[in-house]
């Protein structure tokens, strides 16, 4: 079954919503939400309680001279190893992780890689 794009969306904003639904960040224990544009992938520890974003960290620093894309997995490894280092500078060593509906490989799979390298559990 293929679908178009629209449909491709809505089934990840479905699957985002039904996650949600059941995962919450404390302040012990922050919900590490990720996403993905065309260009880039970003990653943010929220502790939804209090309703504040605790550390943030994107693949746009990582962009270099004549690339379009910082989304390949060895960015999105960068990516999570910064937001490990940055969790764990805040005492932070456990976390939620909510993948937004987007599939667990690829770019997802390296991100999540990269903060467990730094010590941080799932």
Same mark, same amino acid.
């Given at each position: ?23 919450? =960040? ?25 309703? *504040?974003? *605790? ?10 001279? =004549? ?6 997995? =060895?960015?999105? /490894?960068?990516? =999570?190893?910064?937001? %490990? /280092? &940055? ?7 456990? &976390?939620?992780?909510? /993948? ?5 490989? %690829?770019? *997802?799979?390296?991100?999540?890689? %990269?903060? /467990? ?6």
């Amino acid at each position: 079954m293929v679908l178009s794009p629209k449909e491709k969306i809505l089934a990840r904003e479905r699957r985002k919503k039904r996650i949600k639904k059941k995962i919450e =960040g404390t302040q012990d224990k922050p919900r590490l939400c990720v996403y993905k544009s065309i260009r880039y992938i970003y990653a943010q520890l929220v502790d939804d309680i209090r309703g *504040v974003t *605790v550390a943030y960290v994107s693949s746009i620093k990582y962009k270099e001279e =004549g690339k379009e894309n910082c989304k390949s997995a =060895g960015v999105a /490894r960068k990516v =999570g190893q910064e937001l %490990g /280092r &940055i969790a764990a500078e805040k005492g932070i060593k456990r &976390i939620v992780f909510d /993948r937004s509906g987007y599939p667990y490989h %690829g770019t *997802v799979k390296a991100l999540a890689e %990269g903060v /467990r390298e730094k010590g941080i559990e799932f």
